[in-house]
């Protein structure tokens, strides 16, 4: 091929290309405009959606929250409700050392693990309470655990000081001091006796409640009492039991007005 062949070929094959990178820009250009109106597009859906999304969740109907349960209480707990000692002490001190709960009249058997035995013991060494089986809602200035003998290494009591707060606490919070769930459902209209275990009456509450709930957040409800503060109990050693029968007419309410829909679904979870 000529040298003059050669540069006519290489003219029209950089003409070409010339016009193929023309080309190429053009739809590069094409190509950003729509990716520029997709993006705006994609934008304006977005907030579109945002906007749809919050105001339906605004207007949405949830209905009221169901106030009542068949499920009957399965949380008991022991609420002091004055900060006085059961036989007039100063020394405004609680021990507890069990809970037992005793369902018709079965006298052998309690239908929670709380600490209490039977027959409930004055020995220290047949104390023992199951860490896993109790919750406390407020914190205690000590507990103490057996050092010696079968129950070594054993939860024994719990101890709460007078600057806990544990006089004012039901009264400030609606919620016991210390509670416990029962091993299976209680039937209906069950007659239950309850009996709180202290180290002594001058380390037990003048003044109480005994009471339940469907769920650990309530609401609790009132179901025994007692108040000995208008006649102070003769101080004694020995291990001091409160007992009482539970009222087996009771509201059965399984939420609160402060509820949130999470907390409710939380308690609906618990009633199993």
Same mark, same amino acid.
């Given at each position: 091929?000529?040298?003059?062949?050669?540069?006519?070929?290489?003219?029209?094959?950089?003409?070409?290309?010339?016009?193929?990178?023309?080309?190429?820009?053009?739809?590069?250009?094409?190509?950003?405009?729509?990716?520029?109106?997709? *993006?705006?597009?994609?934008?304006?859906?977005?907030?579109?959606?945002?906007?749809?999304?919050?105001?339906?969740?605004?207007?949405?109907?949830?209905?009221?929250?169901?106030?009542? =349960?068949?499920?009957?209480?399965?949380?008991?707990?022991?609420?002091?409700?004055?900060?006085?000692?059961?036989?007039?002490?100063?020394?405004?001190?609680?021990?507890?050392?069990?809970?037992?709960?005793?369902?018709?009249?079965?006298?052998?058997?309690?239908?929670?693990?709380?600490?209490?035995?039977?027959?409930?013991?004055?020995?220290?060494?047949?104390?023992?309470?199951?860490?896993?089986?109790?919750?406390?809602?407020?914190?205690?200035?000590?507990?103490?655990?057996?050092?010696?003998?079968? *129950?070594?290494?054993?939860?024994?009591?719990?101890?709460?000081?007078?600057?806990?707060?544990?006089?004012?606490?039901?009264?400030?919070?609606?919620?016991?001091?210390?509670?416990?769930?029962?091993?299976?459902?209680?039937?209906?209209?069950?007659?239950?006796?309850?009996?709180?275990?202290?180290?002594?009456? *001058?380390?037990?509450?003048?003044?109480? $409640?005994?009471?339940?709930?469907?769920?650990?957040?309530?609401?609790?409800?009132?179901?025994?009492?007692?108040?000995?503060?208008?006649?102070?109990?003769?101080?004694? *050693?020995?291990? $001091?039991?409160?007992?009482?029968?539970?009222?087996?007419?009771?509201?059965?309410?399984?939420?609160?007005?402060?509820? =949130?829909?999470?907390?409710?679904?939380?308690?609906?979870?618990?009633?199993?």
């Amino acid at each position: 091929m000529s040298q003059t062949s050669v540069l006519e070929k290489l003219k029209s094959d950089n003409s070409l290309n010339k016009e193929k990178i023309k080309n190429l820009q053009l739809n590069d250009g094409i190509l950003n405009n729509h990716l520029q109106f997709l *993006n705006k597009n994609v934008s304006e859906m977005k907030g579109t959606v945002e906007d749809s999304v919050s105001n339906s969740l605004l207007s949405l109907d949830i209905g009221n929250k169901p106030e009542t =349960t068949t499920h009957e209480h399965r949380y008991f707990g022991i609420a002091p409700t004055s900060n006085e000692i059961a036989t007039g002490a100063t020394f405004k001190t609680i021990q507890f050392h069990g809970f037992r709960l005793l369902e018709d009249g079965y006298h052998y058997k309690s239908v929670v693990d709380a600490g209490a035995t039977h027959p409930i013991s004055n020995s220290h060494n047949d104390e023992k309470i199951n860490l896993a089986r109790i919750n406390l809602n407020l914190e205690p200035s000590y507990q103490a655990y057996h050092t010696t003998g079968i *129950n070594v290494n054993d939860f024994r009591y719990i101890r709460w000081a007078e600057e806990t707060g544990w006089g004012d606490f039901w009264n400030n919070t609606k919620t016991p001091i210390i509670y416990t769930r029962t091993y299976s459902n209680i039937s209906p209209g069950s007659l239950l006796e309850s009996t709180s275990m202290w180290a002594t009456n *001058n380390f037990a509450p003048a003044s109480g $409640y005994i009471v339940s709930a469907a769920t650990p957040g309530g609401p609790w409800v009132i179901r025994s009492s007692w108040d000995h503060r208008s006649s102070p109990l003769v101080s004694s *050693n020995n291990t $001091y039991q409160e007992i009482g029968n539970l009222s087996t007419n009771y509201i059965r309410k399984v939420f609160n007005e402060t509820d =949130t829909v999470w907390s409710v679904l939380e308690s609906l979870a618990r009633l199993i």
